[in-house]
């Protein structure tokens, strides 16, 4: 194996025996195939659209699966692989019959072993390590582009599930694959390839945000409880706001508690999700304290996406996956019928007694941003609002990470500072009060919602008439997965400079590839609050 995908990857240069999140070296050398094997049908679907012919929308949206059931903690179990790569390659095939041109060796032609020991052998052959490619600055982008590709599988999969999609989404997944594998492209052809990439994401997460609020409301300021309600308890975690939706249907009435885990917290500001008077409040904190929050939790746990830890055994029973969600042992639960977690919910305890540990806000959303532009405009026109910060992006392991928090501490009482993604669990409960009723702390939703944050940067900087990069405004990064890497993607394409990035920066990133975004972008590594925070003060 050898993946180096995410932020905590061992010694800051990549996974070789057993992946720092869990992932052993077949599951590892099972999804490394699945990518070369979705690499393949890439190169059938761009042929097949080169030479006019239509490729299916079911077979991009079971694209984006696949790739996304790659990313970091989504899927863990090797039994779930090998239906996926057999699917590509039928799919593949399918697409490459109706053919004239001859598809190349390789990706396009392999043919998966008859079982999983042959498919773990297989995979070990076609790594990261083994696309084709000599000069390292190129493989670097190369790598780069399969990552802000997996971001966008994920961002494509959720608005897909909730019915919107564009196949020019699908196209680009296809052949940003297939690019990988070729040889013809020079260094500036590969930063304009990445870029793009970035692009494509930022109208991934467009039809994602139409997605969400078209189905659930636009998110409305919300106070959300951080204790519990008397009686029996379910824990959704992850990112799919249509698994949430689904159970609380079920759930309604049966006198069961829904509370929300990580990244579902601003679930809570939809009014479509929110007028469920069982849906109650928010539990726990960022993905990397499951083993202390889940043993504790009294009910039944639901993971739709991302992050799932290792289940501790005292909880391996109370723990369900659902859509691409796996892990050996843990029971999976299929097309949006919860009935197994709401019985083991029911068998559980619950909660013996209400508890009050206070309360959190969230839902400030593009819309609920902008319906007070107005007054956050005339407070910085008036000096009450100095700076904006956004910090925003993933959580995880590293004590590092203590950066973010003290950086919201310190932020002086005339900045804002505007969150999302589950690094805000390093602050999201801090008391920062408000600015002339505009509260200092404002929560604009999941990783999956940066389009929010992007929307309303856009927006005051048509209100001051100068770019975003002329805004008092300073983007401090936390990243951790691939949707990071898109959404990083997305900034650089939009030409944001002065982003500040940590905890680490990606291991992928060659110090040549580096040193263009530093002269390009002026991106730069987070070093110490007060640092920061002087240099963008001054
Ligand atoms: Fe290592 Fe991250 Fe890859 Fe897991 S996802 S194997 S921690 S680099
Ligand atoms: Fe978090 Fe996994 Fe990235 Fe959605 S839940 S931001 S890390």
């Known amino acids: 194996m050898f993946c180096y995908q995410c932020e905590q990857t061992a010694k800051g240069t990549g996974c070789d025996k057993l992946g720092v999140c869990g992932k ?10 699945l990518v070369y094997a979705l690499t393949g049908l890439g190169q059938a679907a761009t042929t097949a659209a080169a030479e006019g012919k239509d490729v299916p929308l079911t077979t991009g949206r079971f694209f984006a699966k696949a790739l996304f059931s790659t990313l970091t903690n989504v899927n863990f179990d090797a039994a779930d692989f090998g239906p996926l790569i057999e699917k590509t390659v039928a799919e593949r095939d399918a697409l490459a019959a109706t053919l004239t041109a001859k598809l190349p060796e390789g990706p396009a032609t392999f043919v998966p072993a008859a079982d999983l020991d042959g498919l773990i052998k297989q995979g070990a052959q076609h790594g990261l390590k083994d696309i084709p490619e000599t000069d390292p600055d190129i493989r670097s982008l190369k790598h780069t582009l399969i990552f802000g590709l997996k971001g966008i599988a994920a961002y494509a999969d ?7 999609e564009d196949p020019a989404v699908y196209a680009f997944l296809y052949k940003g694959l297939a690019d990988t594998f070729t040889t013809d492209k020079n260094l500036g052809d590969w930063v304009g390839l990445v870029l793009k990439c970035g692009e494509v994401n930022l109208r991934t997460m467009e039809l994602l945000d139409a997605a969400n609020t078209g189905a659930y409301g636009n998110p409305v300021p919300t106070v959300v409880p951080l204790g519990a309600r008397a ?12 698994d949430l939706k689904d159970l609380l249907e079920q759930t309604a009435g049966k006198g069961i508690n829904i509370y929300t885990h990580g990244e579902m917290l601003p679930a809570h500001g939809y009014p479509e ?29 639901l993971m739709t996406t991302n992050c799932i830890q290792k289940p501790a055994a005292s909880y391996l029973g109370n723990i369900f996956t659902t859509g691409l969600v796996g892990w050996p042992g843990a029971t999976h639960v299929k097309n949006g019928d919860f009935g197994p977690v709401i019985e083991k919910a029911l068998a559980m305890p619950g909660f013996p007694e209400d508890t009050d540990k206070g309360t959190v806000m969230t839902g400030f959303g593009h819309n609920a941003v902008m319906g007070v532009a107005g007054a956050v405009i005339d407070a910085v026109k008036a000096g009450k609002i100095r ?5 925003a992006g993933c959580d995880g392991a590293k004590p590092g990470r203590n950066y973010y928090t003290e950086f919201v501490e310190k932020a002086p009482a005339d900045t804002i500072v505007l969150t999302l993604a589950c690094g805000k669990f390093r602050f999201f409960d801090k008391k920062l009060g408000d600015i002339g009723g505009i509260p200092r702390l404002l929560d604009m939703g999941q990783c999956n919602d940066a389009y929010s944050a992007i929307q309303v940067a856009v927006a005051l900087a048509k209100a001051f008439d100068c770019g975003v990069n002329e805004l008092p405004l300073s983007m401090i990064l936390s990243w951790y997965e691939q949707k990071a890497v898109a959404i990083l993607l997305t900034l650089l394409h939009l030409g944001i400079k002065n982003m500040r990035l940590g905890p680490t920066l990606p291991a992928f990133l060659t110090p040549n590839v580096l040193n263009f975004l530093v002269e390009n972008y002026d991106i730069k590594p987070i070093s110490t609050p007060d640092e920061d925070l002087k240099a963008i003060l001054g």
């Open 273 to 301: 999700l929110k007028k469920y008077p069982h849906f109650y409040g928010h539990y726990g904190t960022a993905w990397q304290n499951q083993h202390k929050e889940f043993a504790a939790f009294p009910g039944a746990i």
């Open 231 to 242: 009686g029996k308890a379910i824990l959704v975690s992850g990112h799919d706001l249509k």
């Open 387 to 391: 700076h904006f910060f956004l910090v």
């Open 158 to 164: 959720h608005a897909a599930i909730l019915g919107q």
């Open 24 to 33: 052993t070296p077949e599951v590892s050398d099972l999804q490394d195939l």
